[in-house]
C-alpha cells in the first residue's frame, strides 16, 4: 500500500532565468569570495513558462548532501561561521537562492537532525559524525526556496527516533515535504498534477540483509514482505507512478569518496528507471558522479555535497546542481523534457570550506566538474552514460 505524508497544495510558479553559458575558455579564474549577506524577501510571483506547443515547463532543482549544524564527536565547526554572519541561518544560501526560487520545486538531500536533544545512540561510536543543529533554523528552507527534502540517509538518526521525530516536525511546521520508506512526498504543481518524492538509504541494504531485526522500524510491513530490498524499492515505484504522473526517487548509496558507482547502484538505478521513476538522484559519496540517461529516465550516480558542515577543508569541494524540465499539460499528464547542471563549489572560497555552495564561473574548475563526470574511468561501467556534458550547462 503506497504511504502518507502531507501534501504542500500551494502551486509554484516558473522562470529560469540564471542560464550558465557554455565555456569560452580554460583559463583559471580568480576565486570567489562572497561576504555580503542577501537579505531574505518574500518570493514573487514569476512569469509562467510554456512549451511551443502550450505545454507547462515545470522545473525541478535537485542538490546534494545538506548538513549543517555542530557534529557532537568532533567538534563544532558551523557555529563560528553562523556567528560571521551575525546568526542569520540564511548565508549558507545566498549564492544559489535565485537558482531556488525561480524553479518550481527544489529538493535537496537533508542529512543530519533538527533537534535540540543530546541523545547518543549506542551504534554511534567516538569516531562517528553526529549532527544536529536547533530545530528553529528549519527556517533556511522554506526561506530560499527548498520545498522539500529526503529524509533517509546514515545521518537522521544521529539522535535515534527522537531526533528523527523532532526533524519532521521541524518540517511540517515550516511546510517543507519530506519523504521516507514511512512516507511519501507529495506536491502539487498549478492543481494540475502531483509529483510524488520517495527516498531510500542504500547503505548494507541490497539483498535480503534489509530484513535484519535493526532495520525492521524503518519500513512498512508491505516492504518487509518482498524477498529483496531491491524489489520492495521497484514496487513502491510502480505503486506510486499509477498514483502520480512524476515520480522522483532519492538514494543514499554508493562508496565514499568514490567518482563511479558501484555494481549494486548501477542495478538499482536500471531497476528502478525500469519500474516507472522519471528522475533518479543520489548521494552520500561526498563526490561527484557520472550521469546516466537509461529507459528514458535521467540518472544522477552522486550530486555530492552540498552544503556540508562536516570538514572544514574537503579535498574535493567540487559539486553540481541539476536542474530537470518536465512538461505538464492541463490533462494531467506529464513527460521529461530536458535537462542541465550547474557547476558548483560547496564554499565561496578554494581556501576553506565556509559551507556556503556557490556556481562557478566559467573556467578551469568548471571544466573539472565535466571531466569528472565523463570520465571514461568513472564510465566504464555505464553503456548509457552521457559523455560531454558542456552542451547541458543550458536547456535544450
Known sequence: MLKKTLGLTAAMVLALSCFLSPAAAM??????????????????????????DGAFLMTVTCAGDFTIGKDMNHGDLFTPELEKHDGDINFVMQNVRDIFL???????????????STFKP????KDDFIFSISPSYVSVLPDNGVEAVSLDNNHVRDHGEEGLEDTKQALREAGVEFSTPLETGV?????II??????????????????????????????????????AVCDEIRAAKEIYPVVIVSFHWGNEKYY????????????????????????????????????????????????????????DKSSYILQARFRVKEDGTAAYKDFRIIPIRIS???????????PFPDGAELDTVLNTMTDRLNTADL????????????FH
Not at 31 to 50: G, H, R
Not at 102 to 116: A, C, M, V, Y
Open 27 to 52: 583559463e583559471v579564474e580568480d576565486d570567489i569570495d562572497i561576504t555580503e549577506l542577501v537579505p531574505v524577501v518574500e518570493e514573487e510571483a514569476l512569469p509562467e513558462q510554456k512549451d511551443s
Open 102 to 116: 525561480k524553479d518550481d520545486l527544489t529538493l535537496i538531500n537533508f542529512e543530519g537532525t533538527l533537534t535540540d
Open 122 to 125: 549506542k551504534n554511534k561510536t
Open 187 to 191: 506536491w502539487s504543481y498549478r492543481g
Open 194 to 231: 502531483q509529483v510524488a518524492m520517495l527516498s531510500y538509504n542504500c547503505i548494507d541494504r541490497y539483498g535480503e540483509g534489509f530484513k535484519s531485526n535493526k532495520f525492521k522500524s524503518e519500513y512498512t510491513e508491505a516492504f518487509l514482505q518482498h524477498d529483496t530490498f531491491e524489489e
Open 260 to 315: 563511479a558507482p558501484t555494481k549494486n547502484q548501477i542495478r538499482m538505478g536500471h531497476m528502478a528507471a525500469e519500474a516507472g521513476a522519471d528522475l533518479i538522484v543520489g548521494h552520500h559519496s561526498h563526490r561527484i558522479q557520472p550521469i546516466e540517461f537509461y529507459n528514458g529516465t535521467l540518472i544522477c550516480y552522486s550530486l555530492a555535497n552540498f552544503c556540508f558542515a562536516g570538514h572544514n577543508n574537503p579535498s
Open 348 to 358: 565561496s572560497t578554494k581556501e576553506r570550506n565556509n559551507f556556503m555552495p556557490t
Open 383 to 394: 553503456p548509457y552514460a552521457i559523455t560531454d556534458l558542456r552542451p547541458y550547462l543550458q
